[in-house]
């Protein structure tokens, strides 16, 4: 699993506005060499990555609160999902002074190969 807090890019989001187990396996089996990855970014690519120069970024912070919050009731891919929704939808950037960075927003990225759910023991 990685999780990289980093830009992929100048382009800026305006946002848009919205109204409203087991199963039978023989023993030895070939999986792909790129099999069971997990890579989490910060944001979309060619995007903006934002952060608060007191809290640090929206993706680490929101990432942090919802594993320590949710870690032991959800698989990694919920948490996840989690964790796009909260940016997503609780964080507008604010720099009045330069309307071209104003009211921007982030969306995280997963890119998933896994194979089988990730879960975390209590």
Request: net charge negative.
């Amino acid at each position: 699993m990685f999780f990289i807090q980093a830009c992929q890019g100048e382009m800026f989001d305006s946002g848009v506005l919205v109204h409203d187990s087991p199963i039978d396996q023989p023993s030895y089996f070939m999986v792909p060499n790129y099999a069971d990855f997990l890579i989490f970014y910060s944001t979309f690519p060619g995007f903006y990555s934002w952060r608060n120069v007191e809290n640090g970024s929206w993706f680490i912070q929101t990432l942090c609160d919802v594993l320590d919050q949710y870690s032991n009731k959800f698989d990694m891919m919920t948490l996840l999902t989690i964790v796009s929704q909260k940016v997503a939808i609780n964080y507008e950037s604010r720099v009045p002074n330069d309307l071209t960075m104003h009211k921007k927003k982030q969306i995280p990225c997963v890119m998933s190969t896994l194979t089988r759910l990730i879960t975390f023991l209590n």
